[in-house]
């Protein structure tokens, strides 16, 4: 959940633990999001951490093969 916590709501004032049911929610703006929503975003995130190794590697790639390709 931390993960979820600082990518989407870095602004709010909430302490997170390892789950959801440690998740303390202290924001006055808005209420603590549902576990499902939590986990839909989770989702995301990790999407996002394997394009960004995805990307990593094709450019470490990248950089062995085009010297070749000319």
């Known amino acids: 959940m931390n993960k979820v916590c600082v990518k989407y709501y870095g ?3 909430w302490m997170c ?3 959801y049911k440690g998740l303390v929610w202290s924001d006055k703006t808005t209420e603590k999001k549902q576990q499902k929503k939590m986990l839909e975003l989770y989702a995301f995130v990790l999407i ?3 394009r960004t190794q995805r990307n990593k590697l094709l450019a470490e790639r990248d950089l062995r093969v ?3 390709y000319e």
Do not use: F, I, N, S
């Open 66 to 68: 085009l010297p070749d």
């Open 11 to 13: 602004d709010k004032v």
């Open 17 to 19: 633990g390892d789950t």
């Open 48 to 50: 996002d951490e394997m």
